[in-house]
């Protein structure tokens, strides 16, 4: 493969970050048409492209090169399928590889025989042509192959990340239900926080956890490219090897364009030990110095003392039932109600939202900038709950659990609600 020679590209995302994605890819490679589909985006693009949408890109989950594509009915169909791919293209017999599969209404009895018939091809390949064959490695493969089979059609990608690409190389010390760095990453872009006075000001995440948002909003601030302290598979694969002082420099360019951030950047949380882990990653990201952390109750710190003139941004995944207990002052508060039964339950949750709502009024309305607060949460009727009137709902997911990301602007006298007003549609 030449280095001009394009590529099948499938880049793919939560569901919901489809068009951030888009757009994220528009700047990220300018001279390629890119097409938002279900679960990604889709693009032709060369090897080049390939190696900056990994080191680039915050919102991609993987990015897939696509070798084949074609009608199935049973197994034998997807064995020959795959032996149509000249794998030497791709690996030696030294390398090795791991198949997955994904389904979609597929009417194949056993995914499991389906991704062996297409190990057993990509190996029958290479022993037909070198007389040795490649081995499987399931943790972590040179070569990840992805099969994915629909009602009739069938295709093979290569994985060109390795890991997901919300691994970006500095989370070591993790608390209970840590954010993905990626959903961090959409919740920034879905608010349109770039880092600068005129994008969002400042930053403030009062229950920062172990520092997801604080560190991604800290990278995006100084420019950092988010793959920049890993590795990828692209790496070990051989249409890549021709490139490496292409990649070599390519890091160096990233490295050089870091820049202290133009915004100051605050996180803190109840737990003083999610802080420690917090500074901890932080430092491994090498942000540390960029971030103010602080312990304390979400419901009772202060609003930071911004510079004149600077609005400020809150963005926030806080504690809700299906993720994590609530601690601190609503925790301590707990109220008894009852459910559906008639049994009587602790439910911290229904008396934070209100509490953190006449915090933000008391605390976050003085600042003539003003703030906006931006909050993830799975109950769709949050701003009835908080007495609050939101301006915008994105929807996303938190792994498999469906929320929304709440906007609320802050401004004296005019953040209440009506009792019977009804949320704003989506």
């Not at 599969?101 to 018939?117: D, E, I, Q, V």
């Amino acid at each position: 493969m030449s280095r001009q020679e394009l590529l099948y590209l499938f880049v793919s995302c939560p569901g919901g970050v489809e068009p951030l994605l888009d757009e994220e890819l528009r700047r990220i490679c300018p001279k390629r048409k890119i097409e938002a589909l279900r679960g990604g985006c889709a693009l032709q693009g060369a090897a080049e492209d390939v190696m900056t949408i990994n080191l680039e890109s915050r919102l991609a989950q993987r990015v897939l090169v696509e070798l084949i594509e074609g009608p199935y009915r049973h197994e034998d169909d997807l064995y020959a399928l795959a032996r149509r791919v000249d794998w030497e293209a791709w690996i030696t017999p030294r390398h090795t590889i791991r198949v997955d599969t994904t389904a979609n209404r597929s009417p194949l009895k056993s995914l499991n025989f389906a991704t062996l018939r297409i190990k057993d091809a990509i190996c029958d390949v290479l022993r037909e042509s070198t007389g040795e064959r490649p081995s499987v490695d399931t943790r972590e493969p040179d070569l990840p192959v992805v099969l994915h089979v629909g009602e009739e059609r069938a295709a093979l990608y290569v994985d060109t990340s390795g890991e997901p690409l919300f691994k970006r190389g500095w989370r070591v010390d993790k608390g209970d239900a840590p954010l993905k760095e990626t959903l961090a990453a959409a919740m920034l872009a879905a608010a349109g926080w770039r880092g600068t006075p005129e994008t969002g000001g400042a930053l403030h995440d009062p229950c920062c956890g172990s520092g997801t948002i604080p560190i991604e909003a800290a990278l995006i601030a100084c420019g950092a490219a988010p793959g920049i302290l890993r590795r990828f598979a692209f790496e070990r694969q051989r249409p890549f090897q021709t490139l490496q002082s292409r990649w070599a420099e390519m890091k160096r360019e990233a490295q050089a364009r870091v820049h202290p951030p133009a915004v100051p950047i605050y996180a803190s949380d109840v737990a003083f030990r999610m802080v420690d882990f917090a500074r901890r990653n932080a430092e491994r990201a090498g942000v540390a110095q960029y971030i103010q952390f602080n312990g304390g109750d979400a419901l009772e710190r202060p609003a930071p003392k911004l510079a004149e003139g600077l609005p400020g941004t809150i963005m926030m995944n806080p504690p809700y039932g299906e993720r994590i207990e609530v601690r601190g002052k609503a925790g301590a508060s707990q109220f008894m109600s009852r459910d559906a039964s008639g049994s009587e339950q602790r439910d911290a949750a229904d008396d934070f939202f209100p509490r953190l709502a006449a915090h933000w009024k008391r605390a976050y309305t003085e600042n003539p900038a003003g703030w906006t607060a931006w909050l993830l949460c799975p109950e769709m009727k949050l701003p009835t709950k908080m007495r609050l009137k939101e301006s915008r709902r994105v929807p996303m997911w938190n792994g498999p659990i469906e929320c929304r990301l709440f906007r609320f602007d802050l401004i004296k006298g005019s953040a209440r609600t009506p009792r019977d007003d009804k949320p704003s549609a989506e």
